[in-house]
């Protein structure tokens, strides 16, 4: 081989090295850009899915706003409603003939210590329909309660008295 045909042969080998040593560097390049969007693709899809998880969220707490005040209403929010509570079930049974005594009104905790009620016991006397309205009502209230007792006796034919020991929850903080 001449000299001439020597350095064609150690440039093109040059060359060839060179040419294969950028391929595999452009090689390495893509790949380690392809792990690196790969994770960045992995990241936005999961700050979608939060996205979408959020508005999911606030739509059903919008939606369900009123279903809430209506739940957080059926509790007394602190001792103070039982007051108002007691005027409004004191001016009822005297508008409609009844003779009220409120004989205890406590707040009491249950035995799990996670739970307060306000216990009221009433004690009113009338007509036995009047009575037994009276009952219905103070079991239907609108509140989150339980009936503890409840007891009636007639005391004459055309008088009635009801006992009537009432737990009322107050709304859990």
């Known amino acids: 081989m001449n000299t001439t045909t020597k350095k064609n042969l150690?440039?093109?080998?040059?060359?060839?090295?060179?040419?294969?040593?950028?391929?595999l560097f452009f090689v390495y390049k893509i790949n380690d850009q392809g792990t690196k969007l790969g994770e960045y693709i992995k990241a936005l899809d999961e700050r979608q899915a939060q996205e979408s998880s959020f508005m999911r969220i606030s739509k059903l707490v919008q939606e369900t706003e009123k279903e809430r005040a209506a739940i957080a209403s059926a509790f007394f929010s602190d001792e103070g409603d039982s007051i108002a509570f007691?005027?409004?079930?004191?001016?009822?049974?005297?508008?409609?003939?009844?003779?009220?005594?409120?004989?205890?009104?406590?707040?009491?905790?249950?035995?799990?210590?996670?739970?307060?009620?306000?216990?009221?016991?009433?004690?009113?006397?009338?007509?036995?329909?009047?009575?037994?309205?009276?009952?219905?009502?103070?079991?239907?209230?609108?509140?989150?309660?339980?009936?503890?007792?409840?007891s009636i006796k007639k005391n004459t034919p055309n008088d009635w008295e009801s006992r009537l020991t009432l737990h009322i929850m107050i709304q859990p903080t």
């Open 10 to 23: 150690i440039l093109a080998l040059f060359i060839l090295l060179l040419s294969a040593g950028t391929c």
């Open 86 to 150: 007691l005027g409004e079930i004191e001016s009822f049974a005297s508008f409609i003939g009844l003779e009220l005594k409120t004989e205890n009104l406590n707040k009491i905790t249950s035995s799990d210590n996670k739970t307060e009620f306000i216990t009221m016991t009433f004690v009113y006397s009338g007509d036995k329909e009047q009575v037994l309205n009276f009952n219905q009502l103070l079991e239907n209230i609108p509140y989150h309660s339980q009936i503890e007792s409840l």
